[in-house]
């Protein structure tokens, strides 16, 4: 009977996969007006960067990004959008990231108005895909913007970039959030950058953030939402094996 309680125990614990636990560990930005490229460090201790994109491109409404590297790996892209013909937010991600201090380089075909990037780094994110879902929205003539989200996994963050392109304000993520990192709207558009801290439901959930102003008529808010998920996948419930009635004394 030991034998096969022994056989079982280990029948059960070899289908239990270890799972590791999300957490945030350093985030940088950077922006700069009538530019073709802007370069700045993060120092990364995790295997997760995420790096988000503001291009203000006024004339025109062609997306002039070509590259978008971190510590020299090309990062991959998730999700573009464009507001108002000319303004445009992009979501990137490098998995298995390399450590300690990296250039995140974001560079144009030609000189545009303004580009901002925003990089965070994580640790305990899975390595395979990273992620899970996105979801993205744009508004007008509005002080608020959330866009509900449902994230592929259990023990899934959130992670949220968000920009402003009424130059007059700043921006506030709602509570539950932290706001990671934030433009104080010197030049043309307001940015930040946040995630939820912690894991979430897995539900559909509206995730955003608030201006700290009154709307105007041709001012967007527009945001990306990013749900993560650990290393080795979500825990579920271990099934138990048919041939646990054979074992039974």
Known sequence: MKKYLAILLGFLLSASPAYAAIAYDSSASYVADTVSSITYSETNSGNFVNICVEEYVNPGAVDKITSVTYGGMTATAVKKIQVASYLFLQDYVVLNAPTG???????????????????????????????????????????????????????????TCFSDNGNTFSST????????????????????????????????????????????????????????????????????SPYFNSFWW
């Open 173 to 240: 993520i709602p509570s539950g959030g932290v706001a990671r990192q934030t433009t104080n709207c010197a030049l043309d558009n307001c940015w930040s950058y946040s995630d939820t801290n912690g894991t979430v439901a897995q539900s559909s959930i509206a995730y955003g953030q608030n201006r700290n102003g009154s709307a105007s008529s041709g001012r967007y808010l527009y945001l990306i939402n990013l749900s993560i998920f650990p290393g080795g996948g979500a825990p579920t419930a271990t099934a138990v």
């Open 101 to 159: 201090a990296n250039n995140t380089i974001i560079t144009a075909s030609s000189s545009i108005n303004e580009i901002a990037g925003m990089t965070a780094s994580y640790s305990g994110v899975d390595t395979t895909t990273g992620y899970d879902n996105e979801v993205s929205g744009s508004q007008n003539n509005v002080t608020s913007l959330s866009v509900a989200l449902t994230p592929g996994h259990a023990n899934d963050w959130v992670l």
